[in-house]
């Protein structure tokens, strides 16, 4: 089978950011918040600082490292949690059609009129900022492209052949739901959800960089870059690196998001085999 | 036969419903199958043969519903069953098989968990059990290696492959009716054969009855111990399947076994041309009075355009819907 390089790479980068988040405590140089010294204030990249030092001296090599932790969690967590909610509402309401339809396109129109980054500061300003209030934020506010995407499938799906067998070999329509549509539905939903997860890292920087993600001193990339702002001329690493992170993450996941599609096709599946 | 016959339907008539008016898309059916009875349902596209198939596993949806009548399940009325209780017949006593093996089966699962999931649905069985009995079912339709071929997805499976797979989906529980519809149109003509062959024996080993619903007269009498013809919605006639090709009785049955090709008809009468029925069948919501097939009807006369024959019973068995019926 030939490998393609989006799944590769995009692969690779995401596996990277997950091994890095992992790792931290065992790849830091140091803590990425106790070790602050101010002998080592803003340090520009060095042997010794692989990415430089912030104005309270604290190693942005590390701090980048436990950062990965914040946004990968925010990513995938409330990721999921928007992918259940758009299945379960955009499924059902496809598939049973009628009043519950209705409900839920309205829902959804009512998402999509909203930006959605406007509704989670919303949120989190009712929550209060933190990592859960970051999760249940993101996590309830982008779910209305998935249930779009779910509902269309589902819609077509319900008049294939197999769909109506299924009805006529007597399965119930939870049955018919799980193990007739969501199968041949999964491979736009989870295209869609690891470009989402890339959004959500997004957002996270964005939420954190307006001071509402994760309270500092712990890091986030958001929030380093938040506190970055003031010394982009002067110390300009402080910004590149987490940035790059960001970048580089959400790169990655929108590369395997396309990768997967291609291998989720199941006739694509049996030509490599 | 003792007891009730297995399905009996009487005087079902099926409603469509366009939302400013009600038509019937099929009246007066009434016909009975035994256990382990053959019975096709012959007639052309439109004729209301599907949606009377639909009917008995209770799947009319809108805007198609029951507008009258009577069907019984060994003597107990199921028309008015509950959802789920109509769910627990469905793939459990009564399955049926379609037209397209290409589009019935979920192409992202391997077929044996689609036979599996049968077990599971209906006779509770864990799924390593009925992963088992699956194997079995492949084997049972001849396919070839079949703890291999459990594995397989449709796509990787010949369209008769996909039609036995069918065949062991819907004869997994093991029926007491089959309902074909249309089992082998979309196949070669010897792979139908073999289907065709398959599915008899099968269901006379087990004893299943077999509903088959085709347009193919040819097909339907070799298959099935009576034929009931339908046109516009009505049954004109149902008779044992050999007095049906040798005695036709009503007009359009014998417009209709007149038409057939006959191998040889070439060298014996020279060429000619095929026999067809002269007119178009009409369109559902506008039924012509009285028999409905009058327009086209050689033999019409007054009372054909005004009053829907009566049943008229045959001495042969069966009967026809005609006032001048051969």
Same mark, same amino acid.
């Given at each position: 089978?030939?490998?393609? =390089?989006?799944?590769?790479?995009?692969?690779?980068?995401?596996?990277?950011?997950?091994?890095?988040? &992992?790792?931290?405590?065992?790849?830091?140089?140091?803590? $990425?918040?106790?070790?602050?010294?101010?002998?080592?204030?803003?340090?520009?990249?060095?042997?010794?600082?692989?990415?430089?030092?912030?104005?309270?001296? @604290?190693?942005?090599? *590390?701090?980048?490292?436990?950062?990965? @932790?914040?946004?990968?969690?925010?990513?995938?967590?409330?990721?999921?949690?928007?992918?259940?909610?758009?299945?379960?509402?955009?499924?059902?309401?496809?598939?049973?059609?009628?009043?519950?339809?209705?409900?839920?396109?309205?829902?959804?129109?009512?998402?999509?009129?909203?930006?959605?980054?406007?509704?989670?500061?919303?949120?989190?300003?009712?929550?209060?900022?933190?990592?859960?209030?970051?999760?249940?934020?993101?996590?309830?506010?982008?779910?209305?492209?998935? #249930?779009?995407?779910? !509902?269309?499938?589902?819609?077509?799906?319900?008049?294939?052949?197999?769909?109506?067998?299924?009805?006529?070999?007597?399965?119930?329509?939870?049955?018919?739901?799980?193990?007739?549509?969501?199968?041949?539905?999964?491979?736009?939903?989870?295209?869609?959800?690891?470009?989402?997860?890339?959004?959500?890292?997004?957002?996270?920087?964005? &939420?954190?960089?307006?001071?509402?993600?994760?309270?500092?001193?712990?890091?986030?990339?958001?929030?380093?870059?938040?506190?970055?702002?003031?010394?982009?001329?002067?110390?300009?690493?402080? *910004?590149?690196?987490?940035?790059?992170?960001?970048?580089?993450?959400?790169?990655?996941?929108?590369?395997?998001?396309?990768?997967?599609?291609?291998?989720?096709? $199941?006739?694509?599946?049996?030509? @490599?085999? | 036969?003792?007891?009730?016959?297995?399905?009996?339907?009487?005087?079902? @008539?099926?409603?469509?419903?366009?939302?400013?008016? !009600?038509?019937?898309?099929?009246?007066?059916?009434?016909?009975?199958?035994?256990?382990?009875?053959?019975?096709?349902?012959?007639?052309?596209?439109?004729?209301?043969?599907?949606?009377?198939? &639909?009917?008995?596993?209770?799947?009319?949806?809108?805007?198609?519903?029951?507008?009258?009548?009577?069907?019984?399940?060994?003597?107990?009325?199921?028309?008015?069953?509950? =959802?789920? !209780?109509?769910?627990?017949?469905?793939?459990?006593?009564?399955?049926?098989?379609?037209?397209?093996?290409?589009?019935?089966?979920?192409?992202?699962?391997?077929?044996?968990?689609?036979?599996?999931?049968?077990?599971?649905?209906?006779?509770?069985?864990?799924?390593?059990?009925?992963?088992?009995?699956?194997?079995?079912?492949?084997?049972?339709? !001849?396919?070839?290696?079949?703890?291999?071929?459990?594995?397989?997805?449709?796509?990787?499976?010949?369209?008769?492959?996909?039609?036995?797979?069918?065949?062991?989906?819907?004869?997994? #529980?093991?029926?007491?009716?089959?309902?074909?519809?249309?089992?082998?149109?979309?196949?070669?003509?010897?792979?139908?054969?073999?289907?065709?062959?398959?599915?008899?024996?099968?269901?006379?080993?087990?004893?299943?009855?077999?509903?088959?619903?085709?347009?193919?007269?040819?097909?339907?009498?070799?298959?099935?111990?009576?034929?009931?013809?339908?046109?516009?919605?009505?049954?004109?006639?149902?008779?044992?399947?050999?007095?049906?090709?040798?005695?036709?009785?009503?007009?359009?049955?014998?417009?209709?076994?007149?038409?057939?090709?006959?191998?040889?008809?070439?060298?014996?009468?020279?060429?000619?041309? &095929?026999?067809?029925?002269?007119?178009?069948?009409?369109?559902?919501?506008?039924? $012509?009075?009285?028999?409905?097939?009058?327009?086209?009807?050689?033999?019409?006369?007054?009372? #054909?355009?005004?009053?829907? $024959?009566?049943?008229?019973?045959?001495?042969?068995?069966?009967?026809?819907? #005609?006032?001048?019926?051969?």
């Amino acid at each position: 089978m030939k490998l393609r =390089a989006n799944l590769v790479i995009g692969g690779a980068l995401f596996v990277l950011a997950i091994f890095v988040g &992992l790792l931290a405590p065992w790849l830091a140089h140091t803590d $990425p918040v106790m070790d602050a010294n101010l002998m080592n204030a803003e340090e520009p990249p060095s042997w010794t600082w692989w990415f430089g030092t912030d104005g309270q001296g @604290r190693d942005i090599y *590390s701090r980048v490292l436990y950062g990965a @932790r914040v946004s990968l969690t925010v990513g995938i967590v409330s990721q999921l949690i928007n992918s259940v909610i758009g299945v379960g509402l955009g499924l059902s309401a496809g598939y049973w059609g009628g009043w519950w339809d209705d409900v839920v396109n309205a829902l959804t129109n009512l998402m999509l009129a909203i930006p959605s980054l406007i509704f989670a500061l919303a949120i989190m300003a009712v929550l209060g900022p933190g990592l859960t209030s970051l999760l249940i934020a993101l996590g309830l506010t982008n779910w209305s492209f998935t #249930c779009r995407i779910a !509902r269309a499938s589902a819609l077509s799906l319900k008049s294939q052949g197999y769909v109506q067998a299924a009805t006529v070999l007597g399965y119930g329509d939870l049955r018919i739901m799980i193990t007739q549509l969501l199968p041949n539905m999964l491979g736009p939903i989870i295209v869609i959800g690891t470009l989402g997860m890339g959004s959500a890292v997004l957002s996270e920087a964005a &939420l954190s960089f307006l001071g509402l993600g994760v309270r500092p001193p712990y890091p986030s990339w958001g929030s380093m870059l938040s506190e970055a702002r003031d010394q982009i001329t002067t110390a300009p690493w402080l *910004s590149v690196f987490p940035g790059l992170a960001i970048f580089l993450t959400v790169l990655g996941l929108n590369l395997l998001g396309d990768g997967l599609r291609d291998i989720l096709d $199941p006739q694509s599946r049996s030509r @490599r085999t | 036969m003792t007891g009730p016959p297995l399905i009996e339907v009487e005087d079902l @008539r099926i409603d469509l419903d366009d939302g400013t008016r !009600r038509v019937a898309a099929a009246e007066g059916i009434s016909f009975r199958i035994d256990r382990g009875e053959t019975f096709g349902l012959v007639g052309e596209s439109g004729c209301g043969k599907s949606i009377t198939a &639909l009917a008995l596993i209770g799947l009319l949806r809108q805007p198609l519903s029951i507008g009258g009548g009577v069907i019984r399940f060994e003597g107990q009325e199921i028309q008015h069953l509950s =959802a789920a !209780r109509q769910r627990e017949l469905r793939g459990n006593r009564i399955a049926m098989i379609f037209q397209e093996p290409m589009t019935a089966l979920n192409p992202v699962s391997p077929v044996g968990r689609q036979i599996a999931e049968m077990f599971v649905l209906h006779k509770g069985k864990s799924w390593r059990e009925a992963n088992q009995l699956a194997v079995e079912a492949l084997a049972s339709v !001849r396919v070839p290696a079949p703890e291999r071929r459990v594995k397989d997805y449709p796509h990787q499976l010949s369209g008769g492959m996909r039609q036995r797979v069918m065949i062991a989906i819907a004869l997994a #529980c093991g029926p007491d009716l089959l309902i074909a519809d249309e089992p082998t149109t979309a196949l070669d003509v010897t792979v139908q054969a073999e289907i065709i062959e398959l599915m008899r024996n099968l269901c006379a080993e087990r004893g299943t009855a077999i509903l088959m619903i085709s347009h193919d007269l040819g097909l339907v009498a070799n298959v099935c111990r009576r034929v009931a013809v339908m046109y516009a919605g009505r049954i004109v006639e149902e008779r044992g399947s050999a007095d049906i090709f040798r005695a036709p009785s009503h007009p359009y049955t014998q417009g209709l076994v007149a038409s057939l090709p006959r191998l040889g008809s070439r060298a014996a009468l020279g060429r000619t041309r &095929l026999k067809e029925i002269a007119g178009v069948v009409p369109a559902i919501t506008n039924f $012509p009075d009285g028999c409905r097939f009058n327009p086209r009807c050689a033999q019409a006369t007054d009372i #054909c355009r005004v009053v829907a $024959p009566p049943t008229d019973s045959l001495e042969a068995g069966g009967f026809v819907r #005609c006032y001048h019926h051969a």
